[in-house]
């Protein structure tokens, strides 16, 4: 298939850990997949790398400073729309004390944290559902390893 005619995204988001390792979730308030669960994050600004994006969209949509340790890239392609995009993932550990209400309204409804459990009855956007199986094997797999 010739992809020179298709658009390249990138995105930043962040896999949050409560001290109960339950990863935190927002539901999206508009646009595509809204009123869908989703990871915190969103696209670079020009010339911001990754990293710095994800912590200044964590801090825009939540309100939470917090020190983001890179996990991973995530590719996908979506030929219909002729999108190709690379998403950064970054995991970082916050309280769940943290949340205190300082939630960017216009970008998500509500947060919650949620249990490698529960999530397989949630409606996820994007392919979020797909990177926490894997993050959470990973995690899995590292911890039998020590």
Not at 30 to 45: R, V
Not at 96 to 119: D, P, T, W
Not at 125 to 135: E, G, N, S, T
């Amino acid at each position: 298939m010739n992809h020179d005619n298709f658009i390249f995204k990138k995105g930043a988001r962040a896999i949050l850990l409560d001290e109960q390792g339950r990863v935190l979730l927002g539901k999206r308030a508009k646009g595509i997949e809204s009123g869908k669960w989703c990871l915190i994050g969103g696209k670079p600004e020009e010339g911001e790398t990754t990293k710095a994006a994800v912590i200044r969209e964590v801090k825009e949509e939540i309100s939470i400073d917090f020190e983001p340790i890179f996990y991973r890239n995530f590719k996908g392609i979506d030929k219909n729309k002729k999108v190709k995009w690379t998403s950064a993932y970054f995991i970082g550990h916050i309280n769940s004390h943290q949340l205190q209400g300082n939630l960017n309204l216009a970008e998500l409804a509500e947060v919650r944290f949620f249990s490698k459990e529960e999530l397989a009855n949630l409606e996820i956007a994007f392919d979020h559902k797909k990177v926490l199986k894997k993050f959470f094997r990973d995690l899995i797999s590292t911890r039998n390893k020590t």
